[in-house]
């Protein structure tokens, strides 16, 4: 619809000799004048009520730009002293668990190293104990084969002296017997008499 009106239009100018279109192609003072005034107060109205809220709104976009990039510098940068400060942390807990285990490892030696040395003490004292016993033992069944051999021979002598000596002397005689066997050394075959 504007097309055909603006269609029409043209052809009614271009149909008038000298007419409407002529004025439209030739300058006149009055109308370079007045489009002059309207273009002045049109960058002025601009200048004062679009042209420096857009202004600012630039600035602040361009501030806004300025301040997001400042910050992201300051995350990457706080970013990357954090990763610096976990691996920093990883490698100490690696170096920790490391010295943990080779005194862990340290502590079952000297562990090993203790139970062996009460092993070894435990073994030496019950050696000590049967050594104890087996001397308590031979010192016992000495006692009473002196014992014994003293009876046999305090009987043996009864019948052959049949009633010549008391029992105490014989038991002093018998005595006396075995004190001098226990005093001879041990290959010796004669028995004192």
């Keep these: 619809m504007v097309g055909a009106v603006l269609s029409a239009f043209a052809t ?7 007419g409407i279109g002529q ?7 009055g109308t370079v004048f007045w489009t002059l005034v309207t273009f002045i107060a049109l960058a002025l109205l601009l200048g004062k009520f679009a042209w420096k809220p857009l202004l600012q709104a630039v600035e602040e976009r361009e501030r806004s730009i300025r301040a997001s990039l400042e910050e992201a510098r300051t995350d990457r940068e706080r970013a990357q002293a954090l990763l610096e400060e976990q691996r920093s942390l990883l490698e100490q807990a ?10 862990g490892r340290l502590d079952a030696e000297r562990l090993k190293a203790d139970i062996l040395e009460e092993a070894r003490r435990q073994r030496e004292e019950l050696l000590r104990q049967g050594d104890a016993q087996l ?7 000495r006692a009473e084969l002196r014992s014994t051999a003293a009876d046999l021979a305090i009987q043996v002598a009864a019948k052959l002296l049949a009633d010549n ?5 014989q ?3 018998v005595e ?4 001098e066997l226990e005093r001879m050394p041990a290959g010796s075959a004669t028995p004192p008499g």
């Design 12 to 18: 009614a100018v271009a149909a008038e000799p000298g």
């Design 23 to 29: 004025k439209l192609i030739q300058p006149q003072f």
């Design 94 to 103: 690696r170096r920790e668990r490391a010295a943990a285990v080779e005194q």
């Design 135 to 141: 001397e308590a033992a031979v010192r016992r069944a």
């Design 165 to 169: 000596l008391d029992e105490a002397a």
């Design 171 to 173: 038991r002093k005689l």
């Design 176 to 179: 006396d017997y075995l004190a």
